[in-house]
């Protein structure tokens, strides 16, 4: 069993950065692939980025270039440092784990954090 708990959401004005972290419990941490996903008002969940147990990254093409994540397996924590910030980010920003993948299928999710970018 993994709990996530996202921390870091908050307010910024476009091109601005923010750095979320998403804590995980369970000392498996390491072989688990992490992942960040988002909710924009009335749209679907969408995947942003992910990193496997071998720090393999994945990006969706909305953020490749501005958005980085990273893990650090000795605080069982990823992050995403996000940078130059577009009101279209604005969005509940969740954390998912999986024993393989990432997807709108794993099992283990956030409660999300929310980040608004204004224009």
């Known amino acids: 069993q993994v709990q996530l708990v996202e921390s870091g959401g908050g307010l910024v004005q476009a091109g601005g950065s923010l750095r979320l972290s998403c804590a995980a419990s369970?000392?498996?941490?390491?072989?688990?692939?992490m992942g960040w996903f988002r909710q924009a008002p009335g749209k679907e969940r969408e995947f942003v980025a992910a990193i496997n147990w071998s720090y393999n990254e994945f990006y969706s093409d909305s953020v490749k270039g501005r958005f980085t994540i990273s893990r650090d397996n000795a605080k069982n924590t990823v992050y995403l440092q996000m940078n130059s910030l577009k009101p279209e980010d604005t969005a509940v920003y969740y954390c998912?784990?999986?024993?393989?993948?990432?997807?709108?299928?794993?099992?283990?999710w956030g409660q999300g954090s929310q980040v608004t970018v204004s224009s």
């Open positions: 369970g000392r498996t941490f390491s072989s688990y692939a």
């Open positions: 998912a784990a999986d024993h393989k993948v990432v997807s709108l299928r794993s099992y283990f």
